[in-house]
Nanobody
């Protein structure tokens, strides 16, 4: 089992940047592919970005492609989400998630992830 704790959220003006972190503990971090998801009030949780176990393969939602970057540091048991050129539409609670796997691929389906953090709020003002 793995525990996930997100940090780095906050209030930022449109066009600004934030970096979210997700610290993992409990099992070998490199055994997990990781993902970031977000949920705005009244909306369903949606996929943002995912990264494979080694960090060499990433995938992004079209809405964030070119603005957000997911990365991981397996030595620090941490996955990051660098968010640039933020827009009011990015306002949501952001969650990291972990999926234990033997494969080298990524996955963008929330249902595939076994473990979830509590989330960190990101608010972008116009």
């Amino acid at each position: 089992q793995v525990q996930l704790v997100e940090s780095g959220g906050g209030l930022v003006q449109a066009g600004g940047s934030l970096r979210l972190s997700c610290a993992a503990s409990g099992r070998t971090f490199s055994d997990y592919r990781m993902g970031w998801f977000r949920q705005a009030p009244g909306k369903e949780r949606e996929f943002v970005a995912a990264i494979n176990r080694s960090g060499l393969v990433t995938v992004y939602a079209d809405s964030v492609k070119g603005r957000f970057t997911i990365s991981r540091d397996n030595a620090k048991n941490t996955v990051y989400l660098q968010m640039n050129s933020l827009e009011p539409e990015d306002t949501a609670k952001y969650y990291c998630a972990a999926d234990f796997t033997f494969t080298t691929g990524v996955v963008n389906l929330a249902s595939r992830y076994e473990y979830w953090g509590q989330g960190t709020q990101v608010t972008v003002s116009s």
